[in-house]
């Protein structure tokens, strides 16, 4: 993470072996969903250093696993303006 007010860096080290990649019409292919994943995010999250509410994320593999498993993220989540039912529907794109 890093503060777009000051620039203050915080890393985080994670073992993943698995990525869950969305798949289907917004994103049509493998390579676009991984774009996406390692893509900078803007959070709201507020500063330890100066107060500033908003910082960049990144992700990056500092070395590849000897086995990666992608979970392709297939469905469509469509739920009620109360938050009341929520439905899932499998996207046919």
Do not use: M, W
């Amino acid at each position: 993470l890093a503060c777009e007010g000051c620039g203050y860096q915080r890393d985080v080290t994670e073992n993943h072996r698995h990525l869950s990649l969305d798949v289907g019409r917004n994103c049509e292919s493998t390579e676009l969903g991984l774009r996406k994943y390692f893509a900078p995010e803007v959070l709201e999250l507020k500063c330890e250093k100066c107060g500033h509410n908003s910082a960049k994320r990144t992700a990056e593999l500092e070395r590849l696993p000897r086995a990666l498993l992608l979970h392709f993220k297939r469905f469509i989540v469509d739920y009620s303006p109360d938050y009341t039912q929520i439905v899932y529907t499998k996207d046919q794109a």
